[in-house]
């Protein structure tokens, strides 16, 4: 189906520039960091102030019938649920589920001087600060392309808009509120997800696969106090030395693979051509993206293999650590234990749970020198593999992204998470996914100077409101 609206692209623009910009300011000042770095998150209350300023702005928009419920669930952090009835009457029964959250991760040293966490700064066609790509525009964009598509004359099937609040900590609060829903959902026959990322700023990017994940706390205990270093060395083992010997049993120091077999799995041969096809197009990897200190060079330099070790293979990365103090305030001590924060990355279609124990028995077994070896607050989430394309939505992607962007939609495995996926595939098992994003390459979410692309945003925007139409126009 062509969607013809010539003054949809003029309207988004016009309302990301006058109204949304100043309202994602305002939400990236709020320092709203998500449960799993805020135990005390309603106490503070920064939750409830995004959520509040994320509501009134959805409650003034343009949308026929638009009603919004902030579902509270006692000891769970808030779910803004926005529903917005069919455009078109002959699409009542049909559902679109629309999906993004507003919880934060925390601040992260290294930003640029003049910029910050908490501190909104446009520059550009950029708009600087905590959260607004990850993912604080969502319910912004979600809510102008249904307000926009209605404006313009592109029918719609009822949408309805999710925005959580834990999903930075696993949304492990999601669960209860999707069960709390219950028939309100109905039977989603498209989920747009707005949490995910893009390759470069041509097009519009699908995500094809999530990683899963797997963390845990890896302790080991040598003294009951710190020792003299003269007096303790050669005669206690050292914490740190016994935490490489048992890291050495998850993870190849010289190459940097998890040699768990749990963790791995057979990469599906249509991700691998989707993968080739990705890497030859662009000319490059995923490496481009990052700023290497010095001469660092990436584990690979073939592309293809950049692709696949971020989407398909299990990763281990050292998120934080307890026991070493700061180098300026080191005492000549032989520590009596160190902790190190685990998080593995796990192939998209990994058994999670399974890969969690793995890891737990491989790492407390027999430890050397007898220490005291733990594992704990281990948690797990599992990835997700997106099902075939429709043919109507492969067409009805490659149309909105040539009009909006320029060219045909692209597609990729990204190697985060986003646990809803995998919760909505498996509750849904006929519905298509659209699982896209703003974070273009150097927007650094989670890490220091994260910044939303507005361009990028904007036409995101506008091929949301498309793919709204195209979906009413699709067989059942």
């Known amino acids: 189906m062509t969607i013809t609206a010539p003054g949809l692209r003029e309207r988004i623009d016009a309302i990301w520039a006058t109204d949304i910009v100043p309202t994602l300011c305002e939400y990236i000042a709020i320092p709203n960091v998500s449960i799993a770095f805020d135990a005390e998150w309603a106490e503070h209350g920064y939750m409830d102030e995004a959520v509040e300023l994320i509501k009134t702005w959805c409650a003034k928009r343009a949308i026929a019938g638009l009603t919004i419920d902030v579902q509270r669930i006692a000891g769970r952090t808030p779910l803004i649920v926005c529903e917005c009835p069919a ?22 040293t290294g930003w640029r001087d003049d910029l910050g966490p908490w501190k909104p700064v446009v520059e550009g066609d950029r708009l600087y600060g905590r959260g607004g790509a990850d993912d604080g525009y969502a319910a912004f964009a979600a809510l102008l392309a249904i307000e926009a598509a209605e404006a313009e004359g592109i029918p719609h099937a009822r949408c309805i808009v999710l925005i959580e609040a834990s999903e930075e900590s696993g949304s492990p609060d999601l669960p209860a509120h999707v069960d709390h829903l219950g ?3 109905g039977t989603p026959e498209l989920v747009v997800c707005l949490d995910s990322g893009c390759l470069d700023t041509e097009r519009l990017w699908l995500t094809t696969s999530l990683r899963g994940v797997a963390v845990g706390r890896l302790t080991v205990e040598v003294l009951e106090q710190g020792a003299h270093s003269g007096q303790a060395s050669g005669i206690v083992p050292s914490s740190f030395r016994i935490l490489r010997q048992l890291l050495d049993r998850v993870e190849d120091s010289a190459t940097g693979e998890v040699v768990l077999p749990e963790l791995h799995v057979e990469i599906p041969a249509d991700r691998l051509d989707q993968i080739a096809r990705t890497a030859t197009e662009l000319g490059h990897g995923p490496a481009n993206e990052f700023r290497f200190a010095g001469s660092t060079r990436p584990m690979s ?3 293809i293999e950049q692709f696949v070790a971020q989407s398909w293979r299990p990763t281990l990365s050292y998120i934080g650590v307890d026991g070493l103090p700061p180098s300026g305030r080191s005492g000549n001590v032989l520590r ?3 902790t190190l924060k685990l998080s593995f990355r796990l192939p998209p279609t990994c058994d999670a749970p399974a890969a969690l124990a793995a890891v737990e028995r491989v790492l407390t077994a027999e430890p050397p020198g007898q220490a005291s070896v733990s594992f704990t607050g281990g948690d797990s989430a599992g990835g997700w593999n997106a099902p075939s394309l429709a043919s109507w939505l492969a067409e009805a992607l490659d149309e909105a992204s040539t009009t909006a962007f320029g060219a045909s939609a692209g597609y990729f495995g990204e190697g985060g998470s986003i646990p809803f996926m995998g919760m909505l595939g498996a509750r849904f098992p006929a519905a298509q996914f659209v699982v896209t994003g703003a974070l273009v390459p150097g927007s650094n979410a989670h890490g220091p100077d994260e910044f939303l692309h507005l361009p990028t945003a904007r036409r995101v925007t ?6 709204l139409g195209a979906h009413v126009a699709s067989p059942r």
């Not at 078109?88 to 992260?108: C, F, I, N, S």
């Not at 506008?462 to 793919?467: G, Q, T």
Request: net charge negative; glycine share 2%; with cysteine.
């Open 87 to 108: 455009a078109d009457a002959a699409a009542a029964d049909r559902t679109v589920l629309l999906y993004g959250h507003l919880d934060k991760q925390p601040e992260m």
């Open 336 to 338: 009596p234990s160190t």
């Open 183 to 185: 028939a309100r959902l």
């Open 462 to 467: 506008e091929c949301i409101a498309r793919l």
């Open 301 to 303: 330099d073939d592309p």
